[in-house]
């Protein structure tokens, strides 16, 4: 055991150690290095590095019994804890812990589908749960209701959930954090606790109502280290009858804001699902001259690309729509859609997608439309199947190299005002970042917004291929975004003490209230120490200040 | 000044006063009888008796910095305050505190809208801003978005929210707490802090993106006491371009399960609003046979109560829904959910009700349809339009005596699974519940379903016209709702330790957890002690067990 946690000797780590073991099984403690290599993230930047993030040991709990009594071995030996529940949260820190050292509490075997109601429209799962097994037991049951999953979705609805990700469908369902509908804690003093009606004994609308009586404390546990989540209750979608896609394309740069107030009137009244932005331009690339446009320090050039757009004949901006619910609904929202562009946005024009009666037949769901173009990588999810669509992103990225070294992967995606304007100062701000860094350009005046929160935007952007430079660039993007405005929603671990920095109104008040309350809840600090930036007072000199390396 | 604080002399509480004038400006401190008869509950079941709530005194600030200053103040003399926003808060306590004692902190003042944008859909108000201000601020300014209004609607968007009120429209929107993004608030330590993105400086998305970096403790703050809410986001539905309705009649008891899958369905896929459900059998009141079939101990039973159906030719059931979109959409909704009606439940038949292009006419408006029933009192907020209708509830039920006192009022509304076995045994159990007391029957069997919540029912039921059987009967049935899972979602200050001992899961983990947050955030328990049932220590000997008056 290379790695032990701070403060804490090998011979006191051993008996923690031998406890865990007592707890839960000799088998399901892990301290071997070849085991633990298990938990490193692959993608770190700091892989390698003395700075990387490592295990001094991983358990893996099979009750809420054995996680409270883990909970209390790890109060008396004082060694921090990291749960995680299927680990596979790569391009954020995958199963590495905020504070090297710590015992990583693996929830995989806790994998239970609870319950799944597809009149009332509810799951309650564990947190070893993946979308791929939830969607499972669904089919093979002939269940009338829809999952979101995650893309890739080899992943946990729980730990998805908890680090906020995002999926495709209804506007309601895509924000996880949002489809949750109460969930169980063990607290750092090894209680267990149900938030919303599961605190009352006897109800049975623990997933339908999620305040219950009195405050809500449901949200310290996203993002946040003040419990280890051992169930959660998730609203689902019912079934559609129909699925009905369709593209919309507009001819000039500045109909951008127009389609995007259109769109959101389309969303906020739930009339379709998550949207795909994209720039015809892009076919342009290959021009140099365009390529500079679309990289042009201080944004793009409004009359320079509509040339380009009338010269080519290409539309500005196109959006995919997705619509779900009765045939006749979908034909009415996608006429309706169409009937508000060609009235307010002067030359758009309009591609039928597909329409499709739901549950689709396995070679519908296996050979889509050929109107669907390759690598779209969000259509199944869209239509509530999980995949691995997303993977190949990660996957070429990321190339072991030779040495053994991998490159690093690391998420940022900051949170932009869902509005034309918003859109083209994000292009403005992060492609004279990228020029500021001496990054390659990514063609910043063609970027589009990500559709996946439910009444905001973000954005996306390749990193380079060297974690020296991934590590500076994140260093820089996260800091010039907050000075624009635009917040980070998720970030590895590695760089959460960064972003929580950026959210400083009333000199730091949300993190010293979180501290307040985090040194109340667990006086020791063995719950996930560091995590969504919030330290406790013992391990509060592990907090780093990275404004000093920006 | 009749009452004082606890544990505070006069002299101490004098000084107090002076601090707060001096803060606030003398005429916006209110401590003579006249003033602070304004503050009690006039519907408060201990009205005029000495367990009924007083103020102390109350102090109306105008902005943000004087809530500051009247907190450090509050922390230095040991003052409990309890915030109102607009204080019409009447069936759940009005502006009366759970200390009786504590000073009312009045926001009326700080009335501001600072922001309603109808391209992304939100408002950003202070607490003072009431239903019908922010309908004016939208009418005058011809904006594009509803607001979904209690009902009665001269209360406050955010006292509303943060006592978790419920609207009329869709599902999203009239879970108000649901609605609610991005909040500020003082801190206990006179701290100001926003959640969200309002925590990132320069953000322009804090009523975009709720949840923020990190954990987002937006949660303690309704039915809660952690701080006093100086500002609250809400996400708005933009305005629909028309508006339908249908009524649905089915003919067999039995019909109703069916029905609600149905209703489920409809709701859960966002395409109907709040559904309004009744029972025809209603008209058979007069017969005595009937009242006895509809008050039967045990619940209705299915044959006797379908015989009645059969042979008055009246439907068992009946529901109104609600559509809001495109005028094509609507309509294709309706036509979906009858021809599932007809489909499913045999001898189910319909009436067309309104449909109406957006926004309507002044004469629309004062002039409903003639198909509306005199006494619907949802329906002007389904269709976003604030009014006073419910008020005739409070009212008639609360004639001021002779003798000057009043009857009181108090919500009791459980919360219920929503299935025709839910509802049915909720039918069963609170009729035996009132027969149990000795109380005037209800016609139980004939009882429906409230659909406020997004995925929940409640149920409403007549008080009696007599303060001390209000109290019995409100803590009986409130035991008996949590002993048969039903939880209480709501409740005035007095009754609030009583619900709270309910949602008592693993040896009251929840409480004890806000106990344990609540003494670090708020050392002197100055804010709302006891409200949600969270005492901090300070205060702690106040909280009562009612399980032993029971």
Not at 54 to 67: R, T, Y
Not at 154 to 172: C, H, I, K, Q
Not at 407 to 419: E, N, Q, V
């Amino acid at each position: 055991m290379a790695v032990l946690p701070p403060n804490v000797s090998a011979e006191t780590f051993e008996s923690a150690v031998r406890e865990f073991a007592a707890a839960v099984g000799e088998e399901w403690v892990f301290t071997s290095d070849a085991d633990l290599e298990l938990y490193r993230d692959p993608y770190s930047v700091m892989r390698g590095t003395e700075l990387e993030s490592l295990a001094s040991a991983a358990v893996a709990p099979a009750s809420v019994e054995e996680v409270q009594q883990i909970v209390r071995i790890a109060n008396r030996y004082r060694t921090p804890l990291f749960p995680i529940s299927t680990g596979k949260n790569y391009a954020y820190g995958g199963a590495s812990a905020n504070l090297s050292g710590s015992v990583i509490v693996d929830l995989k075997r806790m994998n239970r589908i609870l319950r799944v109601d597809d009149e009332r429209n509810f799951a309650l799962v564990e947190p070893g749960v993946t979308y791929f097994d939830l969607y499972r037991y669904i089919q093979q049951r002939g269940l009338k209701v829809w999952i979101d999953p995650a893309d890739v979705a080899w992943g946990g609805l729980v730990g998805n959930a908890l680090d906020r990700g995002m999926g495709y469908t209804l506007p309601f369902f895509r924000d996880h954090a949002n489809a949750a509908c109460g969930v169980e804690v063990v607290l750092a003093n090894g209680d267990v606790m149900r938030t919303g009606m599961g605190a009352l004994p006897a109800a049975d609308t623990w997933q339908d109502y999620k305040h219950g009586f009195g405050p809500d404390p449901s949200g310290l546990f996203p993002q946040g280290n003040f419990g280890i989540v051992t169930k959660m209750g998730f609203r689902l979608m019912p079934q559609p009858e129909h699925y009905r896609t369709g593209l919309i394309r507009v001819p000039r740069r500045g109909d951008l804001s127009e389609t995007i107030k259109i769109v959101n009137y389309l969303s906020d009244s739930h009339m379709i699902g998550e949207v795909f932005y994209e720039s015809p331009l892009r076919a342009l690339l290959s021009d140099v001259g365009f390529r500079d446009a679309a990289n042009r320090r201080g944004g793009g050039n409004e009359a320079e690309l509509d040339r380009y757009a009338a010269d080519s004949g290409l539309a500005a901006w196109q959006v995919e729509l997705q619509f779900y619910g009765p045939r006749a609904t979908c034909l009415a929202n996608w006429e309706y859609a169409k009937e508000r562009f060609a009235r307010e946005i002067s030359g758009s024009s309009f591609v039928e997608g597909e329409s499709v009666d739901l549950p689709m037949t396995e070679e519908q769901l296996h050979n889509p439309n050929p109107w669907f173009r390759s690598g779209l990588w969000h259509r199944e999810a869209g239509q509530g199947v999980p995949s691995m669509s997303a993977w190949s992103l990660v996957n070429t990225r990321s190339p072991q190299s030779p040495d053994g070294r991998t490159i690093a992967h690391a998420g940022f995606f900051p949170i932009i005002p869902r509005s034309g304007e918003g859109v083209f100062r994000a292009q403005q701000v992060f492609g004279d970042a990228f020029a500021d860094l001496g990054l390659p350009p990514f063609n910043a005046a063609l970027s589009t917004p990500l559709v996946w929160a439910m009444f905001a935007y973000q954005m996306s952007f390749p990193m380079p291929n060297d974690n020296a430079q991934v590590h500076r660039a994140l260093l820089h993007l996260v800091r010039v975004a907050a000075d624009n405005g635009f917040g980070d929603y998720r970030v590895p671990p590695f760089y959460q003490d960064h972003v929580t920095a950026t959210y400083s109104f009333g000199s730091d008040a949300l993190r010293r209230f979180h501290e307040t309350l985090k040194d109340a809840a667990d006086p020791n600090g063995i719950l996930a120490p560091g995590r969504g930036g919030i330290w406790p007072s013992a391990y509060r000199q592990y907090r780093y200040d990275w404004e000093q390396d920006v």
